[in-house]
């Protein structure tokens, strides 16, 4: 195994990590902007006002997108286990 490979798969990874977690993290930091947008418009300045509808946000699509999100982890485990005998053949 060369320095190319352990590059390739460290990119691989990453790559499938931005993937798996963008539709979260931009749900999470659509629904933050427009909670503050309303409460600097309402100059309401309640802590769980900003938490609660985050949670629930995330919660939403993490139920719609979660099994497209464990199944593409386990098509990168899937395919980083079956190179594991070609690397050391």
Known sequence: MDAQQVF?????GLYVLMLVS??????V????????VFQ?????NESTLSFVPK???????LSLTGPW??????????????TIPQIVG
């Open 29 to 36: 930091l659509l629904v933050g902007v427009l909670v503050s």
């Open 40 to 44: 600097a418009a309402t100059q309401i």
């Open 8 to 12: 390739t798969f460290g990119q691989q």
């Open 69 to 82: 999100m464990v199944s593409t982890l386990v098509d990168y485990i899937r395919r980083t286990l079956m």
């Open 22 to 27: 963008a539709p979260i993290l931009l749900t």
């Open 55 to 61: 949670v629930v946000a995330a919660v939403l699509v």
